[in-house]
């Protein structure tokens, strides 16, 4: 049973253009997300993250949308660069809970 | 300051083998929880220990197993080994467990494949 979802396996953006990473959650008791980026043969950077008690959470060019009626959460690169282009992981945990839950992650492309 | 520490980086072994793969957190930190990363699961959490003890187990068969040593280095073991644990095992360290999980801090991982 996936608790977190990341329906999209890849997505391709153009340099400068917004990328849209979006990520989905079955469980209700999930009250703290994370995205993580992944770079090959790395492991996992923390990116940006987001409590169940905000909407929003904005970091230079990253942004965190969540939606807690849907159980939906979005990743906003903008603009996107080459250097983007990484495996990205989104993560959910419950209070003050050390094991994350990961989806199957989503491989960005950024076309120069 | 050195990052989190995982050896070996790449392992290659037979079904029915046991391995067994170390992982040295960052100085100071105390919490280690390991990961299991395939292309069909993603990251997949095994467990998590802070000092020495186990505070956390994902929902893995016995053959995987795990201790910490006094000095917050940690030892994951699977025994017995099938094709399916073929994958990428992810180390992370932490100050202190169930805060601020993006203090989480990986390391490149140990690359198992079992023949």
Known sequence: DQQV????????????????????????????????KKYPAEGPTFLISI??????????????????????????????????????????????????TFGKGITLSVRP | KAGVTQTPRYLIKTRGQQVTLSCSPISGHRSVSWYQQTPGQGLQFLFEYFSETQRNKGNFPGRFSGRQFSNSRSEMNVSTLELGDSALYLCASSLQPGQDNEKLFFGSGTQLSVL
Not at chain 1, 7 to 25: A, F, H, K, M, T
Not at chain 1, 62 to 68: G, H, I, P, R, W
Not at chain 1, 71 to 99: E, M, R, W
């Open chain 1, 51 to 100: 409590s169940s008690i905000k909407d929003k959470n904005e970091d230079g060019r990253f942004t965190v949308f969540l939606n807690k009626s849907a159980k939906h959460l979005s990743l906003h690169i903008v603009p996107s660069q080459p250097g983007d282009s990484a495996v990205y992981f989104c993560a959910a945990t419950t209070g003050a809970n050390s094991k994350l």
């Open chain 1, 5 to 36: 979802k990341q329906n999209s396996p890849s997505l391709s953006v153009q340099e400068g253009r917004i990328s849209i990473l979006n990520c989905d959650y079955t469980n209700s008791m999930f009250d703290y997300f994370l995205w993580y």
